[in-house]
């Protein structure tokens, strides 16, 4: 199924949790947040989260910045 | 009699320091960490952005800031609408929440209207305080220098209002002292304590000597450190900048007088005629 993260779509296995797909990514979820469809996903929750196709990711993190 | 500059007081959390720094623009991490320290600064801003931004070795900017030692202060910086902003800090809350930093629920909002100035929208920025404070945000609102603007601001809830000294990363210092004043008269009226910070535009030490002269109760500045060509001394030079500015803020500056007033006494000088 196709997802898109920032901005770019990718392949994805159906039946993704959002942990899993994080890990795919080799992203540590303690130095990440997410919104899917625009609505934030809380880390608590990304266990749980079941991906489904055409959602929209926003992936983040911090950076330097004023 | 005690010399000491009090602690800075922003909503529920105290800093010994008034000086805010940011985290932008620095040539290496290593750098950034370096001038922080010098700066003395125990809050830092940072900003929101997609993963695969981290530099080069793929490093995160919070192997360089120990969480212990600073407040983060997540911004809102970039964004062009009010919905943009309230994602944004959402998002920024959700990342400090995830290092148990005490900014969690901080966010320095900037709704910008125009890319080219960076000016804020003031129509976008109430209208993403307002939806922040239902939200249970603790927000720090970045606007212009206009004394009406501000009000509304502190009125709709804001920790403490942050007016541009010029535009930001300009350099051009404090344009409009004479707005600065009457933003800080009006909105410390019966309300001594609610905090003005003067944010961006700031370009060297004097820049932040006149804020804080003026009756500012911090400063937050950016590119004024990271874009120096010596950042440590420019670093350690903003800290001491601030302190003066407060201090010399509250110390009663002798009045400003056309002609001059000699120093040293003017009898008994050789050679003078009884």
């Given at each position: ?14 039946g993704?949790?959002m ?7 080799d ?8 919104e899917?469809n625009?609505r934030?996903?809380r880390?608590?929750e ?7 196709a055409?959602?929209q990711?926003?992936?983040v ?5 004023g | ?13 105290e ?13 290496t ?8 320290a ?7 801003t ?21 969480p ?5 202060l ?9 919905d943009d ?16 930093n005490p900014g969690?629920?901080?966010v320095?909002?900037e709704?910008l209207?125009?890319k080219?100035?960076?000016l804020p929208?003031?129509v976008?920025?109430l ?9 249970g ?6 606007t212009?220098?206009?004394p009406?603007?501000?009000?509304r601001l502190?009125?709709?809830g804001?920790?403490a209002?942050?007016p ?17 004043r ?27 000597t ?6 500012a ?13 010596d ?9 001491l900048?601030?302190?003066s ?8 500056r002798i ?8 120093s040293?006494?003017?009898?008994g000088?050789?050679g003078?005629k009884?």
């Amino acid at each position: 199924m196709r997802i898109m993260v920032n901005g770019e779509w990718t392949e994805q296995p159906e039946g993704l949790t959002m942990a899993a797909l994080l890990e795919r990514l080799d992203l540590e979820p303690l130095r990440v947040a997410v919104e899917r469809n625009r609505r934030l996903v809380r880390r608590a929750e990304f266990a749980q989260t079941l991906l489904t196709a055409d959602d929209q990711l926003e992936i983040v993190t911090l950076v330097g910045g004023g | 009699m005690s010399i000491a500059v009090p602690n800075l007081k922003i909503g529920p959390i105290e800093f010994a320091s008034r000086l805010l720094v940011g985290t932008g623009k620095y040539v290496t991490y290593e750098q950034m960490a370096e001038a922080l320290a010098e700066s003395g600064c125990q809050v830092v801003t940072v900003a929101v952005r997609r993963e695969r931004m981290s530099d080069a070795k793929g490093r995160n900017i919070l192997d360089f800031i120990d969480p212990a030692k600073y407040t983060l202060l997540p911004n809102t910086a970039g964004c062009f609408s009010a919905d943009d902003a309230v994602r944004t800090a959402r998002l920024g809350r959700e990342l400090l929440e995830g290092i148990a930093n005490p900014g969690a629920a901080w966010v320095k909002l900037e709704v910008l209207g125009d890319k080219k100035t960076l000016l804020p929208d003031p129509v976008g920025t109430l209208e993403a305080l307002k939806e922040l404070r239902a939200d249970g945000f603790v927000v720090l609102c970045y606007t212009s220098d206009d004394p009406i603007m501000a009000m509304r601001l502190k009125d709709a809830g804001a920790a403490a209002v942050m007016p541009a000294g010029s535009p930001i990363g300009s350099g051009q210092g404090v344009l409009n002292p004479w707005s600065i004043r009457i933003i800080l008269e009006q909105l410390k009226a019966g309300d001594e304590s609610y905090p003005i910070i003067v944010d961006a535009g700031v370009g060297t030490a004097s820049d932040v000597t006149v804020a804080m002269e003026l009756g500012a109760d911090g400063v937050l500045l950016n590119t004024g450190i990271a874009g120096a060509k010596d950042p440590l001394a420019m670093a350690r030079a903003m800290r001491l900048a601030v302190e003066s500015g407060y201090l010399a803020a509250r110390a009663g500056r002798i009045p400003r007088k056309l002609y001059a007033t000699a120093s040293s006494p003017l009898e008994g000088v050789i050679g003078a005629k009884a």
